[in-house]
């Protein structure tokens, strides 16, 4: 008897013939039941006869019945490897015949611009569409479908998929998608209604998606995506809840899109409800006999509106002090009593601490090349100890600060049988912690430069580093070698170790062809006194070899004389680091400082010299940051040598006083050479916004800035009169090659001798 495939209709084709043969082949084929002598199997071209005789429920020797039968065709067609199965009964010998699925020998994209066709190839194949694989014309339609959710994830909505399925020889086919991919969609309007409180002007700067704009092929913000509005949305409602509209709700929202499918315009209805001010705040439930340590931790203020944020960012304080307490699953309900005639509410805050638990087993998960104990050893949080929610925080974040993954999630469990235990697993997903990069640049002042690095920050999964710096440029050159072990000690102390070579030219105003040249060691050690300080210690040696003398400095003519053309340096380091920031490359918030000390304690050199940083960040509003920096440098000679000329500050230039030609403030000797000096103060302001045109993009930002400072000989006092001070503006990207910052500025505060360089820009400069 012949079943025909069933491919049309939406169900799974397989399934229902499956089901279809077994009815027929009971109602039809009715045999008395018969110990089978033989089982063949004919029809068979690329499929293995063992596939078949495993999904058969029936032996040789066994008694074959009508239910047998019905069931193993039902477990062919399962297989999916098969268009038809017939079941022939020949004397007391089953023959199953069966007409086999053409298989995929190619799958080709015809006309695909916007996808990468490795990346479809790889999606088709998720549902089930793929090279060698069986051919079911319902899988194609859905590989089609696939496709065009594909395009709408880049509002190409006018996207047309043709499939041609081509037979090829030994019952194989060819299927082709030709995609007609058109022209983006574009948002033509977006529009709220029901706002009464805020302008809708004021409301739509709230969302990233846009109707438009000159800078829109950069932000991509008149694109639709669900997503996108989704987040939008959660913004406007964000906005009102952190103003006083407890009860602000979005009533619908409607997407339209043109019937040419160019266009999308959006309507937003909303309805604000009246605002409130909070006239209280009320503690209720358990507070585990600590009522007062929570009061402490209530950041909602009575006499002001409602805050949303207030409200989360209280209910997360308490949480997490109750996890503190070892309450893993404590529960804190925000419950407000509401006055709507006089607008007014209370704050209730009920928690629900449930029972303290401790940790029974700490577990890790997807990390196939980094080992176990370099994960374990960044937790903080112990085995057979009280749960702790800040020491399990800590534990997160600081194997998330590895920068060997992608993402790091602790999951808690209970453990089942008890009532007091949980499970912790911490799973994380690795990345490629390998780095080979090969880049050019170029500056106002160092004109073209080639950086070159081969850079491993888990060698083996050891968690150790390893690392090839190659860097050149018109005044300085540099090779470094350097390798890592973060962890030591059982402790966790680090030690590194650093050689480099390199060599540098002091910028003159005459030419030259003297050179530095500087080969070197260090070993540094770093020894964690808290879990965001880290205190370093190191020693190196460096020989400074004073090459050429055509234009050769005054400054490196005397330390010639004084200690030879060869002097040795053994310097002993010592260093101090805290970095709050949100963010290294655009911070918004948060605290950098750093010190270091340099003492040039043995060989023919004796010297101090000391740095000092200070950064602060400060979020105005989401989208408007001032920042401030400030360094402050000095260097001094020991036992009656003369300081190091060779390890004076310079100044000017992005990254200290801008406005003023890098490397050029500070003594001039008497062959106009930039030596440098002995001392240094940069005092840097910026105010960062929003680039016209690219919405709440932060990557491409406007910023103005205000810099003052200067370089003193070892000589000369520190004076006010003498500070350099300019002003201006420029454009910061954090473009693919990394962050890049142009500015414009003119100095307000100079001196005739001075270089003026209003336009500036470098690729990787912070400040």
Same mark, same amino acid.
Request: no cysteine.
């Given at each position: 008897m012949h079943i025909p495939s069933m491919t049309a209709v939406r169900f799974k084709p397989s399934l229902l013939a499956a089901l279809l043969a077994s009815s027929l082949f009971q109602a039809a084929w009715a045999v008395e039941p018969f110990v089978l002598k033989d089982i063949r199997v004919e029809g068979l071209q690329r499929a293995d006869a063992g596939t078949v005789f495993a999904s058969l429920p029936f032996r040789v020797g066994d008694t074959y019945t009508d239910d047998k039968g019905a069931a193993g065709l039902r477990s062919l067609f399962a297989t999916g490897l098969f268009k038809d199965v017939r079941i022939q009964i020949d004397g007391k010998v089953v023959v199953i015949v069966v007409e086999e699925r053409p298989v995929i020998s190619r799958v080709e994209f015809v006309g695909t611009k916007e996808f990468d066709k490795d990346n479809l190839v790889k999606a088709l194949k998720d549902v089930g569409i793929g090279e060698g694989q069986p051919f079911d014309r319902a899988l194609a339609d859905r590989a089609e479908q696939e496709l065009k959710r594909q395009y709408l994830t880049r509002s190409l909505y006018g996207v047309e998929v043709v499939t041609t399925i081509t037979p090829a020889e030994r019952n194989r086919v060819n299927v082709t998608f030709t995609v007609t991919e058109g022209e983006v969609t574009k948002i033509k309007s977006i529009t709220i209604t029901g706002n009464q409180a805020f302008s809708e002007s004021t409301l739509l700067s709230q969302m990233d998606l846009t109707n438009g704009g000159w800078l829109t092929w950069y932000t991509k913000s008149d694109q639709y995506a669900r997503s996108k509005l989704n987040a939008d949305l959660e913004a406007i409602k964000a906005y009102y809840l952190n103003r006083g509209y407890l009860e602000f709700r979005i009533d619908s929202t409607q997407v339209a899109i043109s019937p040419d499918k160019q266009d999308i315009s959006i309507a937003i209805n909303v309805t604000e409800g009246p605002r409130y001010v909070i006239t209280g705040v009320k503690l209720d439930g358990d507070y585990v006999g600590k009522e007062e340590t929570f009061r402490k931790l209530v950041t909602i203020k009575p006499g002001e509106a409602y805050r949303a944020e207030d409200v989360a960012s209280t209910i997360k304080a308490f949480t997490d002090r109750f996890a503190a307490f070892g309450y893993a699953f404590a529960r804190v309900e925000f419950r407000p009593e509401l006055d709507r005639e006089k607008g007014q509410a209370v704050a209730v805050l009920v928690a629900q601490p449930q029972r303290r638990v401790y940790v029974r087993r700490v577990n890790v998960a997807g990390n196939s090349r980094t080992r176990d104990e370099v994960i374990r050893r960044e937790f903080r949080q112990f085995e057979a100890a009280w749960y702790d929610g800040q020491k399990i925080k800590l534990s997160r974040d600081r194997v998330d600060r590895l920068g060997y993954f992608k993402q790091v999630n602790i999951e808690t469990t209970e453990v089942a049988?008890? %009532?007091?235990?949980?499970? +912790? #697993?911490? /799973? @994380?997903?690795?990345?490629?912690?390998?780095?080979?990069?090969?880049?050019? $640049?170029?500056?106002? %002042?160092?004109?073209?430069? +080639? #950086?070159? /690095? @081969?850079?491993?920050?888990?060698?083996?999964?050891?968690?150790?580093?390893? $690392?090839?710096?190659?860097?050149?440029?018109?005044?300085?050159?540099?090779i470094v070698v350097s390798t890592v072990d973060p962890y030591f000690?059982?402790?966790?102390?680090?030690?590194?170790?650093?050689?480099?070579?390199?060599?540098?030219?002091?910028?003159?105003?005459?030419?030259?062809?003297?050179?530095?040249?500087?080969?070197?060691?260090?070993?540094?050690?770093?020894?964690?006194?808290?879990?965001?300080?880290?205190?370093?210690?190191?020693?190196g040696a460096e020989q400074t070899t004073i090459k050429g003398t055509i234009g050769l400095p005054l400054s490196y003519q005397i330390h010639r004389e004084t200690f030879g053309e060869r002097s040795l340096s053994i310097p002993l380091t010592t260093a101090w680091q805290r970095d709050s920031r949100d963010s290294v490359i655009a911070p918004s918030t948060g605290r950098y400082q750093r010190v270091n000390l340099e003492w040039g304690a043995l060989g023919d050199t004796r010297y101090l010299r000391s740095d000092y940083q200070f950064q602060q960040h400060f979020a105005l509003t989401n989208r408007y940051t001032f920042s401030f920096n400030s360094e402050l440098a000095y260097g001094v000679g020991l036992q009656g040598r003369p300081y190091p000329v060779f390890k004076n500050f310079t100044g000017g230039g992005l990254g200290s006083v801008r406005g003023f030609e890098q490397g050029t403030l500070g003594p001039v000797d008497a062959l106009g050479s930039y030596i440098g000096g002995n001392k240094r103060i940069n005092l840097n302001h910026e105010l960062y916004v929003p680039f016209p045109g690219a919405g709440n993009d932060r990557t491409l930002r406007l910023f103005g800035y205000v810099d003052a400072g200067n370089v003193w000989g070892e000589n000369e006092p520190i004076k006010f009169k003498e500070f350099r001070a300019s002003t201006g503006v420029g454009i910061s990207w954090v473009s693919p090659v990394g962050p890049l910052k142009l500015s414009y500025g003119k100095p307000f505060r100079y001196f005739d001798q001075d270089k003026i360089q209003k336009l500036q820009f470098q690729i990787g400069t912070a400040f």
């Open positions: 049988g008890t %009532a007091d235990q949980v499970d +912790l #697993t911490i /799973s @994380v997903e690795e990345k490629p912690t390998g780095n080979l990069m090969l880049g050019a $640049g170029f500056s106002s %002042a160092e004109k073209f430069t +080639l #950086t070159a /690095s @081969v850079k491993q920050d888990n060698v083996f999964g050891t968690g150790n580093y390893l $690392g090839v710096e190659l860097n050149t440029s018109k005044y300085n050159r540099t000690t059982d402790n966790g102390i680090s030690r590194s170790y650093d050689v480099y070579y390199r060599t540098s030219r002091p910028l003159s105003s005459q030419g030259g062809d003297y050179q530095i040249v500087t080969p070197g060691a260090k070993m540094n050690f770093g020894v964690p006194y808290t879990e965001f300080d880290t205190i370093f210690f190191g020693v």
